[in-house]
C-alpha cells in the first residue's frame, strides 16, 4: 500500500524558515518522480516542485523560485522541501504526490497518490 506523509509544517513569521518532509513508503521510492503541491483556501491547487527519479533534475513554479529547494534522500525514502524567505501568500496546505517522471514539459505532474498534507501559516 503506498503511503505519503508529509510533515514539518507550522506557523512562521515573514521571512522565515521552514522544512516540510514527504515520507514514503509501499512502492519502489527510487523509481518515481516526487512533486510538492500546495493549496490555498479559495485557490486552486498549485503545483510547487518537483524532482525526477532519473538524475535529480528539479523543477519549480516561478513563485517559488530562488526561495524554496527540493531534494530527496533515497536511502530515506524521503523528499524534502527547504522553504526560505517565506511569505504570507505562501500560507497553503502542502501536499506531495508521485509521478513517474517530471520535465520541463511535464510539471507540474497528474499527480499518482497523494499524501494528507501539512499546513503552512506565514504571519506576524
Known amino acids: 500500500q503506498v503511503q505519503l506523509v508529509e510533515s514539518g509544517g507550522g506557523v512562521v513569521q515573514p521571512g522565515g524558515s521552514l522544512r516540510l518532509s514527504c515520507a514514503a513508503a509501499g512502492f519502489t521510492f527510487d523509481y518515481y518522480a516526487i512533486s510538492w503541491f500546495r493549496q490555498a483556501p479559495g485557490k486552486e491547487r498549485e503545483g510547487v516542485s518537483c524532482?525526477?527519479?532519473?538524475?535529480?533534475?528539479?523543477y519549480y513554479a516561478d513563485s517559488v523560485k530562488g526561495r524554496f529547494t527540493i531534494s530527496r534522500d533515497n536511502a530515506k525514502n524521503t523528499v524534502y522541501l527547504q522553504m526560505n524567505s517565506l511569505k504570507p501568500e505562501d500560507t497553503a496546505v502542502y501536499y506531495c504526490?508521485?509521478?513517474?517522471?517530471?520535465?520541463?514539459?511535464?510539471?507540474?505532474?497528474?499527480?499518482?497518490?497523494w499524501g494528507q498534507g501539512t499546513q503552512v501559516t506565514v504571519s506576524s
Open positions: 524532482i525526477s527519479s532519473s538524475d535529480n533534475s528539479t
Open positions: 504526490a508521485t509521478d513517474l517522471y517530471c520535465s520541463e514539459g511535464y510539471f507540474p505532474v497528474r499527480g499518482l497518490h
